[in-house]
């Protein structure tokens, strides 16, 4: 599928009016709303981008560190590789979204939708996932070390060879359906009880030296 790039001055633009909208509550300025863009290694750390539309574009290598993007819409979005450390995502919608070896440490995900999302090998210390929603969602090779995990919604989840070492709240978590604990392409489904089992196990094993 081609994806259309705007020019550093044009994404400049939308970015300053969407934050006019964002900060005014819509009085001002212009929603960001874009669909199938190509926004590659684009740098927007920090920027305020609450509410923004960005429908299956592509983020591959951006810089979004502290990007504020609470109740976006990120459906299908590619951000393999990209940096979103200490990003705020709450109840943003990352479903279907591609996060492979994407850098989510600190980052605040209290009740984002991330159902089918891909966060194979994704860093994730420190991040918040409170009341999150992982329905499919594939964790396999993730670093979840001291994650915050109470009461993130579970089912279908692959967590084989994911690192939970520290996470928080774990006894907490909602197992709504069988998580995939198995390595490599080994399924080893568990459900309810022995499913939180197996998260409390996990949590307490010591971290990498």
């Known amino acids: 599928m081609m994806h259309t790039r705007p020019s550093a001055t044009e994404l400049e633009e939308l970015v300053v009016d969407h934050e006019r909208w964002a900060d005014s509550l819509g009085g ?3 929603q960001l709303i874009l669909e199938d863009t190509d926004l590659a290694g684009v740098d927007l750390a920090g920027r305020d981008l609450a509410g923004a539309y ?6 591959v290598g951006a810089r979004l560190d502290g990007v504020r993007l609470p ?6 979005v590619d951000l393999s590789e990209a940096s979103l450390v200490g990003a705020v995502l709450t109840k943003a919608d990352l479903s279907r979204a591609r996060l492979v070896r994407a850098r989510l440490g600190d980052a605040n995900l209290i009740r984002t939708d991330l159902t089918e999302a891909d966060l194979r090998q994704a860093n994730l210390v420190g991040a918040t996932l409170v ?6 969602t594939d964790l396999r090779g993730a670093d979840l070390t001291g994650a915050l995990l109470e009461r993130t919604r579970m089912s279908g989840v692959r967590l084989g060879g994911a690192c939970l070492s520290g ?9 709504l359906g069988q998580l995939d604990t198995g390595l490599d392409d080994a ?22 030296d």
């Open 28 to 30: 001002l300025g212009r």
């Open 54 to 59: 960005l429908g299956s574009c592509r983020l």
């Open 71 to 76: 109740d976006a819409r990120l459906v299908g």
């Open 131 to 136: 009341k999150a929603l992982l329905s499919d």
């Open 167 to 175: 996470s928080r709240g774990v006894e907490q978590v909602v197992v």
């Open 187 to 208: 399924l080893e489904w568990r459900s309810d009880a022995d499913a939180l089992d197996w998260l409390v196990r996990q949590a307490q094993r010591p971290g990498p």
